[in-house]
C-alpha cells in the first residue's frame, strides 16, 4: 500500500556535472565520464534504498537531459548544430539538436546504466524513457515535414529500447510525457496513440508521467498564468483511462489541479505528486500524510503512488534527499493513519 516512487532524475554530483542546471556540461570524458555516471548511480540506488523508497530510479546520471539523453544514440540527429527554438508552446527557449534524416537506433541507448542499476537494487527499478510528442517537442525537424510522423518514427525507436530494457529486467517502464497538458488536442489526435506504440508488447508496467514542469522559472511564470484552476488533465485523463497505460502521474502538493480530476482515472494506479520541486523547502511526513489523504477521497488506496511532482534533476543535492526522505516517511505514516 502506498508503494513510493519518483518522477525519475536526480541532481547530479557536482563531480560528475554542473549542478543546478537542466542542461548541465559533464566534468570529465570519455571512460571517466562513464565511470562517473556509474557511481553517481549507485550512490543514488543507495540514497533512495536508505531513504526507504519501494521503487528506485537510476536517477538519470547517464544522460544530460532528459530527453536529449535518449536522442544521443539516434542516428538521423544532427547534435553539431543546435538551434534555438520555443518548446512547449514557446514556454521557453532551448537549445535543440535537428533530425535531418531517417532516424534509426545506433544500438543500445540505456543498457549500460539499466544493467548496472538492476545487478545493484533488489528493489523494483523503473526506467524512464521521453515520450514521443515531448521528443518532437524538444527537437528541430528539417527532415519529416509532419509532426505525426516524425512521433510515430520515435515511437519505433522507444518501443525498441523499452522492449531491451523489459529484458534487462527493468519492473516498469515509464514515459515522460509533460507534453501532454500544452497540446491537449494533439493528446487525443495522436499523442496517446504514438506513446502505446512506445510500449507496445511490454509485459512490464507501463507508466506515463505528466507535470507542470521542473522548478525553473521558466515553468513558475507559467504556472502564475494559468489561473486559480488548472484543468488540463480533464482535457486528456479520459483517453488515458482507456488506454493500455497503467500508471499515470498527476502533481498535488502545491498545484491548482482540482483534486477530483482524479476520479478520471479509474483502474489505473495514480502517482500523487506529494513533492514540491519548486521549493527548496522539505516537506513534514504529516503534510505528506495530508496530500495522500486528500487524494484517497478520489484514489482507492491500492491504486495510490505517493510520488514527487516532477524531477529533482536541477535541485539542490541536499535539498532532494531530505525531500526523498520526506517522501518515504510520509507514505509511511499514512499507512498507519489510513492502513486500517
Ligand atoms: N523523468 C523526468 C525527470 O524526472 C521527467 C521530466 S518531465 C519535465 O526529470
Excluded at 525519475?8 to 565511470?35: F, I, N, V, Y
Excluded at 518548446?87 to 531517417?102: C, F, H, K, S, T
Excluded at 537494487?121 to 510522423?149: E, Q, S
Excluded at 497538458?181 to 499523442?191: A, H, L, Q
Aim: proline letters at 4%.
Amino acid at each position: 500500500m502506498f508503494e513510493t516512487t519518483i518522477a525519475g532524475s536526480l541532481p547530479k554530483p557536482d563531480w560528475l556535472a554542473e549542478t543546478h542546471k537542466l542542461w548541465p556540461q559533464w566534468r570529465a570524458q570519455g571512460e571517466a565520464l562513464k565511470q562517473a555516471k556509474l557511481d553517481a548511480t549507485l550512490l543514488w540506488i543507495k540514497a533512495q534504498e536508505d531513504a526507504g523508497l519501494d521503487v528506485v530510479t537510476d536517477g538519470e546520471q547517464s544522460r544530460q537531459h532528459f530527453v536529449h539523453g535518449f536522442l544521443e544514440q539516434v542516428e538521423g540527429i544532427d547534435f553539431e548544430h543546435k538551434v534555438k527554438m520555443g518548446i512547449r508552446d514557446n514556454r521557453y527557449e532551448a537549445m535543440v539538436p535537428q533530425v535531418v534524416g531517417p532516424l534509426r537506433l545506433k544500438g543500445r541507448v540505456h543498457a549500460d546504466e539499466a544493467r548496472f542499476a538492476r545487478a545493484h537494487t533488489k528493489r523494483k527499478l523503473k526506467f524512464t524513457l521521453p515520450g514521443p510528442m515531448t521528443i518532437v517537442d524538444t527537437v528541430a525537424d528539417r527532415y519529416y515535414g509532419d509532426k505525426v510522423k516524425m512521433a510515430m518514427a520515435f515511437a519505433e525507436l522507444l518501443n525498441q529500447e523499452a522492449l531491451a530494457l523489459q529484458a534487462d529486467g527493468v519492473d516498469i517502464i515509464q514515459f515522460d510525457e509533460p507534453a501532454f497538458n500544452v497540446y491537449m488536442k494533439e493528446v487525443n489526435e495522436w499523442g496517446i496513440r504514438a506513446l502505446e506504440r512506445a510500449a507496445q508488447g511490454l509485459a512490464c508496467t507501463k507508466a506515463v508521467h505528466i507535470c507542470y514542469g521542473y522548478g525553473i522559472q521558466a515553468n513558475i511564470d507559467w504556472k502564475k498564468s494559468l489561473g486559480e484552476e488548472w484543468r488540463q488533465y480533464e482535457q486528456i485523463f479520459p483517453a488515458l483511462a482507456s488506454s493500455s497505460i497503467d500508471q499515470i502521474s498527476l502533481e498535488c502538493y502545491h498545484s491548482h489541479v482540482p483534486p477530483d480530476l482524479m476520479g478520471l482515472l479509474k483502474g489505473k494506479d495514480v502517482m500523487v505528486g506529494v513533492i514540491d520541486v519548486a521549493s527548496d523547502t522539505v516537506e513534514t511526513p504529516e503534510e505528506v500524510a495530508d496530500t495522500i489523504g486528500r487524494a484517497l477521497q478520489f484514489v482507492p488506496a491500492r491504486h495510490l503512488l505517493p510520488c514527487t511532482n516532477c524531477g529533482l534533476a536541477p535541485m539542490d543535492r541536499h535539498v532532494a534527499e531530505r525531500k526523498l526522505r520526506a517522501l518515504a516517511e510520509g507514505a509511511a505514516l499514512a499507512r498507519q493513519r489510513y492502513g486500517g
